[in-house]
Nanobody, 124 residues
Framework: QVQLKESGGGLVQAGGSLRLSCAVS????????MGWFRQASGKERVFVAA????????YYGDSVKGRFTISRDNAKNTVYLQMNSLKPEDTAVYYC?????????????????WGQGAQVTVSS
């Protein structure tokens, strides 16, 4: 059974940085598309970033382009989300998601596996 576990969340001041990690177990990670989503209190879960199975292709939501970077280390079965120039509106629970396959996926419905979420709070 596949498991995804996020880490690295926390409280940071506006303009600061955080790096989220998502460790995957129980799945052949090298053929596994990954993504990050976030859900602010009282709002829907929205797409943040996605990366293809080999890391060759990445895609970002408009609100994080130029500030966030998604990457993966297939040897460590881990995907990362480096978040720079954080803003208060980035405050949310961040979820990593995965699905077996080589495509890059950008919607909630396309992913089959989810982590439990990590809280990121950006103070002004």
């Amino acid at each position: 059974q596949v498991q995804l576990k996020e880490s690295g969340g926390g409280l940071v001041q506006a303009g600061g940085s955080l790096r989220l990690s998502c460790a995957v177990s129980g799945r052949t990670f090298s053929v596994y598309a990954m993504g990050w989503f976030r859900q602010a209190s009282g709002k829907e879960r929205v797409f943040v970033a996605a990366i293809s199975w080999n890391g060759g292709t990445t895609y970002y939501g408009d609100s994080v382009k130029g500030r966030f970077t998604i990457s993966r280390d297939n040897a460590k079965n881990t995907v990362y989300l480096q978040m720079n120039s954080l803003k208060p509106e980035d405050t949310a629970v961040y979820y990593c998601a995965g699905r077996y396959g080589r495509a890059i996926l950008t919607t909630n419905q396309e992913y089959t596996d989810w982590g439990q979420g990590a809280q990121v709070t950006v103070s002004s």
